[in-house]
């Protein structure tokens, strides 16, 4: 996932304010993209469905966090 947020570019980064806090807004950059989980495919007939990964990398940090 990490190679994945390495590779996206600046525009698919977005801002977002989830919440009101008790002091602050609650806030960070995420993006997000089509990914497809790889695990055992060797014993699968098929590919398995894409799905969303959703990435959060808040300004500041040089690398992402989840």
């Known amino acids: 996932m990490k190679d994945l947020a390495f590779a996206l570019t600046p525009e698919q ?4 304010e989830w919440r009101e806090g008790t002091n602050f807004t ?3 950059r995420f993006a ?4 497809r989980a790889a695990r055992r ?3 699968r007939t098929g590919l398995r469905a894409e799905q969303w990964a959703l990435i959060e990398w808040p ?3 040089l690398e992402p966090m989840k």
Do not use: F, P, T, Y
Request: glycine share 6%; hydrophobic share 30%; charged share 35%.
């Open 13 to 16: 980064w977005q801002a977002v």
């Open 32 to 35: 997000r993209d089509r990914v």
């Open 41 to 43: 495919d060797h014993q």
């Open 26 to 28: 609650l806030r960070s």
């Open 59 to 61: 300004e500041g940090h």
